[in-house]
């Protein structure tokens, strides 16, 4: 099945803001607020940083936030910092009892 | 503390089968969906499939449907994920995590196991 599309890339010094795309269809990111975002360090397991669309899960950074607009979901780092430099992927529930990954996005924290 | 330990590296050829496993810990494993997730070397994350613990609902991937089989063992908390016949694609590290959500839609992965690497080589 066709993965949610992201930006291979993304870069911004510290203390910008960044937001990285997160674009589906109908049958899944703009068809339910089933939205994910997580956070992958090198060698690391993934990490939940926004849930359904745009909760934060329990401390996580309030430079993260999350939101969606049709069929196209959106996560915004603020305040960058040298640590956020990760993996991001989003996810969303897919019509059919499914779960679909986006196919992953590369901050660099210049 | 809510925990997903799963079982250590796997050194395979191809033909051979394979069963891993993720054992929960800190919360009520029935109650919760645990999904499994693959990333091979250098790729991005690719969802497998789910099991709801408490009843064996078990839904895959079409992308994996027929490719793997997602099992678990309430009475030791332990999910499973297994092939009958591994091939050198299947090499990658695969991720067990809890998963949020009903019986009619999945919600977020909220907890992840430290991963089990699998290499699949003559």
């Known amino acids: 099945q066709s993965a949610l599309t992201q930006p291979a890339s993304v870069s911004g010094s510290p203390g910008q803001s960044i937001t990285i795309s997160c674009t589906g269809t109908?049958?899944?990111?703009?068809?339910?607020?089933?939205v994910s975002w997580y956070q992958q360090h090198p060698g690391k397991a993934p990490k939940l940083m926004i849930y359904?669309?745009?909760n934060r899960p329990s401390g996580v950074s309030n430079r993260f936030s999350g939101s969606k607009s049709g069929n196209t979901a959106s996560l915004t780092i603020s305040g960058l910092q040298a640590e956020d430099e990760a993996d991001y992927y989003c996810?969303?529930?897919?019509?059919?009892?499914?779960?679909?990954f986006g196919g992953g996005t590369k901050l660099t924290v210049l | 503390e809510v925990q997903l330990v799963q079982s250590g590296a796997e050194v395979k050829k191809p033909g051979e089968s394979l069963k891993i496993s993720c054992k929960g810990s800190?919360?009520?494993?029935?109650?919760?969906?645990i999904g499994w997730v693959r990333q091979m070397p250098g790729k991005g994350l690719e969802w497998m499939g789910i099991?709801?613990?408490?009843?064996?609902?078990?839904r895959y991937s079409p992308s994996f449907q027929g490719q793997v089989t997602i099992s678990a063992d309430k009475s030791i908390s332990t999910a499973y994920l297994q092939w009958s016949s591994l091939k050198a694609s299947d090499t990658a590290m695969y991720y067990c995590?809890?998963?949020?959500?009903?019986?009619?839609?999945?919600?977020?992965?909220?907890?992840w196991g430290q991963g089990t690497l699998v290499t699949v080589s003559s």
């Open positions: 800190g919360y009520s494993f029935t109650s919760y969906w």
């Open positions: 996810s969303s529930y897919r019509r059919s009892s499914t779960v679909v």
């Open positions: 359904d669309v745009s």
């Open positions: 099991i709801y613990p408490r009843d064996s609902d078990t």
């Open positions: 109908s049958s899944d990111v703009g068809g339910y607020n089933y």
């Open positions: 995590a809890r998963h949020r959500g009903s019986v009619a839609t999945i919600s977020y992965a909220d907890y």
